[in-house]
């Protein structure tokens, strides 16, 4: 069974208690009127009866009101419990995206990193050693280089038109 219905039918059940009370409470107050009316009319053995069920119906009262107190007090704090334990959980499937995203994060850095040949996640194209170089280093690039930059940059859109 879920938390709520549990919790749907802890209220069902003090909802129950409570009309119990109230009629334990009817009754206790109704005999105590026939004991007082039983007393007037001089008729003991009835009054006594009477006496005996309103004594009866007042203890009944009084423990279906412990029951009652006893039972909200405890709903509430396991409501409260389920609360927090449905707000960790939230927190845990909200951690397991973070971890899914950086997983993912990941592996397409690897995957970037195995397509050019270079750690690209390390490293950028533009560093400061780069610049420090002769510019007739640019110049001396020659054919090949940029035939391995082409076919590198097929398999790069070639991978990415699969997935």
């Known amino acids: 069974m ?3 219905r549990l919790v749907e039918r802890q209220k069902a059940l003090l909802d129950e208690l409570a009309t119990k009370r109230d009629d334990a409470k009817l009754m206790a107050d ?5 004991t007082e009316l039983a007393k007037q009319a001089g008729e ?11 004594k009866h119906y007042g203890e009944q009262y009084r423990y279906f009101e412990g029951l009652l107190d006893e039972g909200a007090r405890e709903l509430d704090a396991l409501e409260r419990r389920a609360l927090e334990m449905r707000l960790k959980l939230d927190e845990m499937q909200n951690k397991r995206y973070e971890f899914a995203m950086r997983e ?5 850095k690897g995957a970037l990193d195995q397509i050019f040949g270079a750690q690209t ?5 533009f560093t400061e050693e780069e610049k420090k170089q002769e510019p007739a280093a640019e110049e001396k690039i020659d054919a090949a280089d ?3 930059f082409e076919a590198k940059l097929k398999e ?7 997935d």
């Open 156 to 162: 790069l859109e070639r991978r990415f038109k699969q």
């Open 2 to 4: 879920s938390v709520e």
């Open 44 to 54: 003991e053995k009835l009054a006594e009866r009477a006496a005996l069920e309103s």
């Open 146 to 148: 940029e035939d391995d």
């Open 121 to 125: 996640s390390k490293t950028h194209p």
């Open 104 to 108: 993912n994060l990941d592996l397409l």
């Open 30 to 34: 109704k005999r105590y009127e026939q």
